[in-house]
């Protein structure tokens, strides 16, 4: 079946440092591609919605000079957060959609952490 | 704005229980519901896909019903076992969201005991 690659899958970053997460659809063209984050045992809260070759739509509240997301060709997203701070580690996922019946695929999340 | 709730937040149950995983939603517009689970530190796993025009799935020991007119859904799991043990999470497309978007509910904690 389809899959979605996240690239790492954990990452530590000095604080005002920038670090990027990739997110990869391995077996189809994902048109849509979507950033989730987790706070500790929290549920995943959408940050931003990618599509490719547009500029991402932000939710309320997302920074989005803050978190950068790139989506420059149909099977790969990149989310940028620039500046870190110890309260951006978190749990970030992506999804992607575009695969057979439109079916949402999750990655297997990155847990970032910023010291 | 649309609000998905989980009850209970935890369960702790011993091996072999059926049991029962609620989940509530205030706009009853919705595309479809969809119940994953999530290993802790994991990422999530589709369980069953309920679309707006169905009342249940089942999937193996899984079943997961949805009354839209109630807002509400459940996920049945028979006969539990130590390995069914993690967060469930529901989730649903709504209407007034914005297609593809999901919005999730604040999860559930489950521990099965052997």
């Known amino acids: 079946g389809a899959v979605v690659s996240q690239h790492p899958s954990w990452v530590i970053c000095k604080s005002g440092t920038s670090v990027k997460i990739e997110c990869r659809s391995l077996?189809?063209?994902?048109?849509?591609m979507f950033w989730y984050r987790q706070f500790p045992k929290q549920s995943l809260m959408l940050m931003a919605t990618?599509?490719?070759?547009?500029?991402?739509?932000?939710e309320q509240g997302v920074e989005k000079d803050k978190f950068l997301i790139n989506h420059a060709s149909l099977t790969l997203s990149t989310l940028t957060v620039t500046s870190a701070h110890p309260e951006d580690s978190s749990f970030y996922i992506c999804?992607?959609?575009?695969?057979?019946?439109?079916?949402?695929?999750f990655g297997e999340g990155s847990w970032l952490t910023v010291v | 704005k649309q609000e998905v709730t989980q009850i209970p937040a935890a369960l702790s149950v011993p091996e072999g229980e059926n049991l029962v995983l609620n989940c509530s939603f205030t706009?009853?517009?919705?595309?479809?519901l969809q119940w994953f689970r999530q290993d802790p530190g994991k990422g999530l796993t589709s369980l069953l896909l309920?679309?707006?025009?169905?009342r249940e799935q089942t999937s193996g020991r899984l079943n997961a019903s949805l009354d839209k007119s109630s807002g509400r859904s459940t996920l049945y799991i028979a006969a539990s076992q130590p390995g069914d043990s993690a967060t469930y999470l529901c989730?649903?497309?709504?209407?007034?969201?914005?297609?593809?978007?999901?919005?999730f509910g604040t999860g559930t904690r489950l521990l099965v005991s052997p």
């Open positions: 999804s992607a959609t575009g695969g057979p019946g439109n079916t949402i695929y």
């Open positions: 077996d189809f063209q994902a048109t849509t």
């Open positions: 990618s599509n490719e070759g547009s500029k991402a739509t932000y």
């Open positions: 706009d009853s517009a919705i595309y479809n």
């Open positions: 309920i679309q707006s025009s169905q």
């Open positions: 989730a649903l497309m709504g209407m007034n969201t914005g297609f593809q978007k999901l919005v």
